[in-house]
Structures are given as C-alpha cells and as structure tokens.
C-alpha cells in the first residue's frame, strides 16, 4: 500500500478531502500523522516536534505574541462514508469533514501560506479527542510537554459554524444521598423511606432558578439538573438509600471551589446524607479582551457566542492561555452519517485566520 | 437408599423431627408427600387425594361444618441445620422446625387421632410456598380441584407465635412514570426533567396519612410507599423518563378495585404521566365472625391480631373461606439458620386444636 501523503499546496477544500481520504478514527491516527509531520517537516520555516500520533509545529519569529492554532486529527468511526464526496453544490461530504478535517486543512495552509505571520504560531495536531478524555491527546501533551503549549491565545479549530464561540462552562456532577431504615413494606411504620426522603431535593431542583451571568459580553446560561436517580431494595422492603446524581453546569466566573460551594449552598436543608463529587471540570473564561483575542475578533468578524459545553478550549484556559473555538465545520453535523461542510466556509475560515495573522 | 416413613403414633415433637429429617426444600417434596400420603392412607377414616406433590385428605361424616387445616411441605434450603436435634430444654433446631414442620405435625397428629371430629375435617399439605407464587402447591390445587379445598373455615399452620392472626392486607403494586424531554445538560432549558417532575409525587408520599381501621375487633395498618425509582440516560444529558415503584399495602375493607381507585386519587394532581399495576393481591377479611372461628377462638384462647403482610390466607379467602394462621412456630426464627421451636408450644397448639375438634 502507498504510503499516504499530503499536497499543501491544493486549496483549503481538496486538502480537506486528501485528509477525509486517510481514514483516522480515535486510536488509529498513525498514517495521518505521518502525513502532517512529513508535510510540515516539508516546509523549512517550522520546527516541527512529535510525541506519539501528536504534531507540533512552531515558528520562532521573536513576535511579541505567540498565536496557537489546534486542531484533532481523530474521527468519530467511519460510518460508509469514507472516501469523500464533493458535489455540485460545494459541498464535501465524509467523516471528519465538519468535526474537524477541515479546520485542519485550514491550520496546514496557514502553516504553508503564512511564512512570516504577525505573531508567532504554533499548530498543535492531536488525537484521541472523540474517545475517553484521559486519552485526549491535548491533555496528554500539556502534561507531558507543556512548554509546546504556550501562548497568548489559541483558537480551536473545531466545527463552530464559523462563528466564534468563547470560553465555556464548567461542569460539576455530584451524588446527593439519602438515607433511611429498611422494613418491610407490610410493615412500613417500622422503617423510613430514603426514596421519600429526596423529595424536598427534588423540589428544590424545580424551583431552582439558574444564573445567566454576562462575562466579557457574552451571555451564559447555567443550569442545575438531577441526571440520575436510583434507589430501591425489592417490591417489598422500604428502601433505606436513595441516590441521585445532579449535575451543575456553571459560568465560567465561578471556579471549582465557588460552584460546590454554590451546590452544597442549594441543598443545605434538604436533609441530604452525603454529597460526594463525581466528576469535575472547571469552566474557561472567554478571554476576550485579550488584545491578540480582540485583533482575532476584528479580523473574523461577527459576535461571539458564549460556548455552553465543555471542549477543549477549557484546557487551554487551564494552561493559562485563553481560548475560543473557530472553525469551517457545522456542529450539529458533527457524528452523523451526512456528516458534511461547505467548501465556501472552509476557504472564508483561512481568508479570515491569514487577515488577522498578516494584517498591520 | 431406605424409603423414609413417618410414625402417627409419635407425639407432636417427635413427629417433627421425623418430618424435619426428611429434607424437604422446595422443588424437592416428593419424598416426603410420599411419607405423608403413605402415613394418611394407613389411618383408614379419610379419603386420601394426591395431585403432584400435594396431598389432600379428608373426613366424610357430614358435620354440619367443614374446617381445613393447611400447610405446606417445603422449606427454604437447608443451612448445615438438617437433621434436627433436641436440647436438654425441650428446643428442637432444625431447618423447617418453625417454619412449618412443627403445624404439619399438629395436621398430622390431629389426623391420626380425631377420628370423629366434631366439624368435618380437610387437612392439605402442599408444596412450593416457598418460592414464587405460580409454584405455589395451593395456588395450583385452587386451579385444578378447588373440590378439595372448600370449607367453611380454614386454619393456617404457619408460625404465628401460638397466637392467631387473622386476615391479611392486601398489596399493590404500580409503577408511576413522569416524563419530560432529553436534552443535553449543557443546554437544559431546551428540554424538561422527569427527575424533578417527580417531586410532587414523593412529596404526597412523604405527607401520606395511611388508616388504621378495626376490622371484626382488628386494628389494620396501611402503607403506602416507593420501593424502587429510577431515571436516567447518562451523565450528562436531561433524563425524559423516572419512574417510581409505590406498593400500597391495604387493610381487607377495601377490595382491588377501590384500592386502586385509592392510589390513583392519591396521585391525581402529580403530573403523573402513567401509571401501571405492577402486583396485585387482594386482602383477606379475618373472617372472624363466623360460627366455626368463634368457636375456634374460645378453644385457642387469646386475643387475634391482623397479619399485615400477605399469606395463604388470603388465597383461602378468594376462594370463599374465612382463614386464620395459627402455628406452634416462631415467626422471627423462620429461614434462619438457628431455625428452632419449643417442643411444648407444639403439644399446646395440638391439643387446643384438639379441644375445638372435640369438644361440644
């Protein structure tokens, strides 16, 4: 079998489809690696480092801002639609085309076609994103070779439907219990029932009124839900343990400590045995007045938008460098079978990342 | 192997033994229905019947009044508790002592010594109470030959503690569902939490005033409580499903339907969107009215008291006959591993049974 390569010289959309036509689902990203390392390595001004199916490529242009651009290299599993496909609309269709081939065939030509940018660039290729997080290719590089990671600000090339969406929320789950003494249920008055017990929790849950706080002129919303419940011994015994998971998505104004604080707040007397923290992962704040963060916004134009779920902008804001997501693709494609993105956004993407990385 | 036998001629603790040592778990009767249908048919006053692993017998000397005395083969599995064995203070230890070894051979004794009972007599020994209730051996012989099993009143030889209890509660089973809408829990306001809609109805629970009524001298205790409640679709999406298990235990003045109609008011402005029986097994009306049970309860002396939680008793009470439990054994020991009774309780309980057969 040819060993597969990339031609950065072709046009944001066929480079596109060269990288949608070297198959790269979430652990098996070698021959695509190899392709963006031997491509980059191709190109003379770029110091280009690798660690695993991770890529780095770095300029040392002594600006006095460094830009980090980024980028997964994985897909979700190939779902017959690979090759891909351009039709006569301009539309390219396969897996990867939206989420995020795409925005990386933008960060290639930038890296090809911007020998001398403004600020200094890092490109970061990574793998393993659509998997478990502890795979996450990004995380495993900022725990091993932070220094790669460094910058001012970094855009994410994920799909965003070519609008900007800026720092995240946070995400808190906790398992509330509650506890009570099991009977049987003939017998009822000789026990006390947990499941009743999580009413008044439940009740509070309902009536809670989540914050929409506006940081840095976008408006987040949170959000306080019981995600699971369970509780239950047999059809005839009272229960003595009722547990339900709750999930508190935060704004990105309220660090780890503030949003279980906020959360032990809610349930104070609502006669909850234990709350033990389940999963945690801090929000990022948009970091939009950045002056590297508002040249970008000048250049690409349009609002930002604030992003409600958590994705890797937030482990960028947890190296220190603020971050948005920006990218060709259309989210809501993203996964899907007709997974697709129009070629016309792929080439505006890259006019508007070279205005910003070119311009005065 | 010798074919185990038993010996009428015993006393009532001996006979015991004799039926503990002849193990008996359920599913495993036959040996034993052979040793009580061979025991019976030697006896020459009774019409001996036999269907499966259940043995009927009967007198025939039309009394005015029919009486049935009832229990059951099997036992729970045997644990390091077989054969038997009597201590120095009159104990007898073994698996099925209690439960309900010790009223079979109450049956027994009063079989091979009442030959002229002052009530005609049918004494039923049945298989798999133990287990679930499609195996149960009177269930069954209340399907195939409910001839066999008519009365006028019926005493139970399960472990009541030499007390008599009489009728039984009821017990419903439904399942309430709330739904809502799936959303991921990033964006909850596009969705709608079943988990929180269920707070209404836990609170009705948790607010719940259940009756005591006094039934024919009786003071019942209702229940109603969740057993079981689950929802959810993962970690971080907004679960559109919970649903809640709510058993209603009932005092024998309602009948199934009114204690469904009950549940359903109970629930009437919870936003419950379904609601599904589950298990339903009517009450049992103690009975204790009767001629026959007045009687009974002159001989056996004491006071009666409910039985809260479900027991063939109620299934004679379907099928037409008033019933009580009353057994030498001890509720408390039953399926234990120290199972045991006290040899004296089990000739008292003979002999006031004796008493109200014999006497005037």
Known sequence: MQRPSLDLSLDAAALTAQLVDIPSVSGSEEPLADAVEEALRGLGHLRVDRWGNNVVARTALGRAERVVLAGHLDTVPIADNVPSRLDEDGVLWGCGTSDMKSGVAVQLRIAATVPEPNRDLTFVFYDNEEVEADRNGLGRLAATHPDWLTGDFAVVLEPSGGEVEGGCQGTLRVVLRTEGVRAHSARSWMGANALHAAAPLLARLAAYEPRRPVIDGLEY????????????????????????????????????????????????????????????????????????????????????????????????????????????????????????????????????????????
Chains 1, 2 share one sequence.
Not at 224 to 252: F, H, K, Q, T, W
């Open 221 to 360: 919303h949170e959000g306080l839900n019981a995600v699971r419940i369970s509780g239950g011994v047999a059809g005839n015994v009272i229960p003595d343990v009722c547990e339900i998971a709750v999930n508190y998505r935060y704004a990105p104004d309220r660090d780890e400590a503030a949003a279980l604080a906020h959360v032990r707040e809610v349930f104070a007397d609502c006669g909850v045995a234990s709350l033990t923290v389940e999963d945690h992962s801090p929000g990022a704040l948009p970091g939009l007045s950045h002056p590297a963060a508002q040249a970008f916004m000048a250049a690409v134009g349009g609002e930002a938008r604030p992003k409600f779920g958590w994705t890797d902008v937030a482990r960028f804001s947890s190296l220190g460098v603020p971050a948005v997501n920006y990218g060709p693709g259309e989210p809501s494609l993203a996964h899907k079978r007709d997974e697709r993105v129009e070629t016309a956004r792929i080439h505006h993407c890259e006019e508007r990342l070279r205005a910003w990385l070119t311009g005065a």
